[in-house]
């Protein structure tokens, strides 16, 4: 489980695949990896990964089929950016929302608009997840956790602030680009508690 509470920002170092094998990237990290076990989870980019090879200054993943025809993470290419955050631990503050690393769709982002010294972003969500999206609500875009401002009928909005500009992916997105995409846990399960109704 998660925050939304992004960490570091790292890097694709390198992605490799072969012939019925998942496919591992290689991240580079300011994170400690001397403290991460291998086996832990870290979210990448919304996405919880399991961490299976590390080394000072970066750690590994697996990604299976799965994984990348679910998310963004099959468009991601050596240089990437990567947002990042580890595993919350009991007494960690809960300073987001509570994000289970399970993307729900890919998002796409319709434009940027300059308010104040923050952005506002306007991101088209898959039409099965509108519902989902509410007005003062929470999502997860590439695993930060925002406040929505106005819903629309096939798309939301978001303001990013210039301290999450500089340190997530978000700051330098560009029309078009895709995003990860989790909507809120309660959401969810109030969707499913009506639908049982």
Known sequence: MFTGIITDLGRVRSITSGRGKDTRLVVETRYDTAEIALGASIACSGACLTVVEKAPGWFAVDVSAETLSRTSLGTWRAGTKVNLERALRMGDELGGHLVLGHVDGVAR?????????????????????????????????????????????????????????????????????????????????????????
């Open 109 to 197: 982002l319709v434009s940027t608009t300059p308010e104040g010294e923050s952005l506002r972003l306007v991101i088209e969500a898959p039409a099965p997840l509108g519902r989902f999206i509410a007005e003062k609500g929470s999502v997860a875009l590439d695993g930060v956790s925002l406040t929505v401002n106005e819903v629309g009928p096939a798309s939301f909005g978001v303001n990013i602030i210039p301290h999450t500009q500089r340190e997530t992916s978000l700051g330098g997105l560009k029309p078009g680009d895709t995003l990860n995409l989790e909507i809120d846990l309660l959401a969810r399960y109030v969707a499913r508690f009506n639908e049982a109704k």
